[in-house]
């Protein structure tokens, strides 16, 4: 224990030396003489969210060198103090003295606090002043609103319930309030057989009592039901921009600044029927042989962007202080961005985001609502299942786009999908080159998979959702079709593109390189005249296709490629140290997520 402790002080320090500044998950203090008033600080920002490791007795100004005059146990002990005495709640957490470079550093890994009981704040102060948050590699103190937000996780919020007191009855649609009447009247509990209009609007929270016993539409009432809901909530809506550049302000040559500006009101459902539309026009669209006929692709799946549009509805923050803000969709040309106002609610952490099924409802009557009234389609906006980012994630997955990524402050939650993928437009349209040949989605994960990295094996398809069974089948199917050639046995078989593809589609499987040799398994194939293993082994390359599909943990990846958690942990401590991987915490962190570093990235 106390060499893996080492160890990992060891990467740490090399790490922040090698970016030359702390970073979001690691702040380094000289402390030489004593422990630095703003440590309190730094806690406090660690436990708001996601996590952090207090590296003391190294000066920054001497590239995070050990620091002259520290004294290791004095300020350990007053570390101690500090979380046992000056954090409310108090910072229960093991404080280690770890000998480095011929001195000694005090280490702390300050663990995430469970959401319900945050903000973690310095107890003299109070939660409103002394609550601070992590933001790149300093701490910012939280605003009033943020607090407030996070406190609100301690109860269960009622926004979506209060009376819109300038409204009647009459403000919402005759025709919504009718499906939805008959939607709940054919439903299988009798809560609403024999009710009236009103009485049947009051049971659903559509509608409630004010003060002086008149019956009025609630909040969720009128967003779900109403003739023009932003007549009383004017920002209440969706903006949709398509961007010319990389970043908000980029101008186009002819200097427009934007492709596409819309605002898209009315109620939930119509809402989401105006930024479906507007992404529509914006996206390229590529056509893929599936079965007998011909599908569009768009840069993103529409149900991605429908669900995500539909999740920052349904889960913003609709208090006072929150109705000023809109859901914000931004189509940047790399990426599709989704920024909805209010942090996530109850015990529902970031990491947890996509990876498992996690349902905490801020707006729990605006999501009874949504689970009856009809979208577009005629189906439910939501099914009110908790399973709409694992959706996401599938989704993704099979049209070999990676996942999405996620910043979550007390004050939003921003989704951002990146555009690069396997399938991208003109990689179907490579395909579509190949073969008149009818392919099915795993093929065209194969055949991009072989095209980006110059081969793909069972496992590499694995790692994309694809299981076992059917990757085995798509790749036999590839190889029949003269599209692939089989390298190695059985067990270790890999698959490049073939040379000369039927009807003498151009493409030169020959010519490329291939990184990917026999699969990270303890025995080697022992076949005389068996390939020579070239470039990277396939099983490290489908631990990094792992990880590009979403699999960021341990766990997950040893669960999506069906190894066991010994070959993962070896196979992911090679990336390691090949610095194909990096990672946001230490080993035995239980925030441990892993992330691919591509050539040229600084992500640390």
Sequence with gaps: MADELRDTVATLVARVRRLGTDTARIEVKAAAGGLPKSTGETLSAFQNTSGGVVLL?????????????????????????????????????????????????????????????????????????????????????????????LLSNRSQPLHDTEVVPTATLDDLSDTAVDVLGSRLATSSSRAFSGLTREQMLIRAGAATRDHDGT????????????EYPQQFFPQLLVSFVALPGSTLGDTAPDGTRFLDNAVCDGTIPQMLEGVLAACRRNMRTAAVIRGSGREDRHDYPVEVIRELVVNALLHRDYSAGARG???????????????????????????QLGVEEVSSTRNATLARLLADVPGADGLPVSENRGSGLSFVMARLRR??????????????????????????????AWIGSLTDAHLTDEQHIALALMRTTGTVSNEMLRAWGVGSH?????????????????????????????????????????????????????????????????GRDAGLEAVI?????????????????????????????????EGRLGQTAGPHSRSRRFFVIDPGSDRY
């Design 470 to 534: 059917d990757a085995t089948a798509a790749l036999r199917g590839l190889v029949d079709k003269g599209l692939a050639v089989k390298l190695g046995g059985r067990r270790y078989a890999t698959y490049e593109l073939a040379a000369t593809p039927p009807d003498g589609a151009g493409f030169h499987g020959a010519d490329q390189l291939s990184i990917v040799g026999v699969e990270d398994d303890d025995a080697k194939d022992p076949r005389p005249g068996a390939p020579v293993p070239r």
């Design 399 to 428: 049209a070999g786009m990676s996942p999405p990524s996620f910043d979550v402050t007390p004050a939003h939650v921003h989704v951002t999908v990146p555009q690069q993928a396997l399938l991208e437009p003109d990689t179907v």
């Design 57 to 149: 007795g190294l000066a920054e100004s001497e590239g995070f060198r050990p620091a002259e005059g520290f004294n290791a146990s004095a300020v350990r002990d007053a570390l101690a103090g500090l979380c046992a005495d000056a954090m409310e709640p108090p910072l229960r957490a093991e404080i280690d003295i770890v000998p480095f470079e011929g001195r000694e550093v005090v280490v702390l890994e300050v663990p995430p606090l469970d959401p319900v009981m945050q903000p973690s704040h310095i107890r003299t102060k109070g939660a409103y002043a002394g609550s601070f948050f992590r933001s790149g590699d300093g701490d910012r103190r939280l605003t009033h609103y943020e607090v407030t937000q």
């Design 545 to 577: 296709q792992a990880v590009r599909a979403g699999a960021d943990s341990t766990r997950t990846i040893t669960e999506t490629l069906g190894v066991s958690v010994a070959t993962t942990t070896r196979r992911v401590n090679a990336l390691l140290t």
């Design 215 to 226: 019956v009025r539409p609630t909040v969720a009432g009128v967003l779900c039901l109403g």
């Design 325 to 351: 803000t809109q859901v914000q969709v931004e189509l940047f040309p790399d990426r599709l961005v989704v920024k909805s106002p209010g942090g996530l609610f109850g015990n529902v952490v970031p990491s």
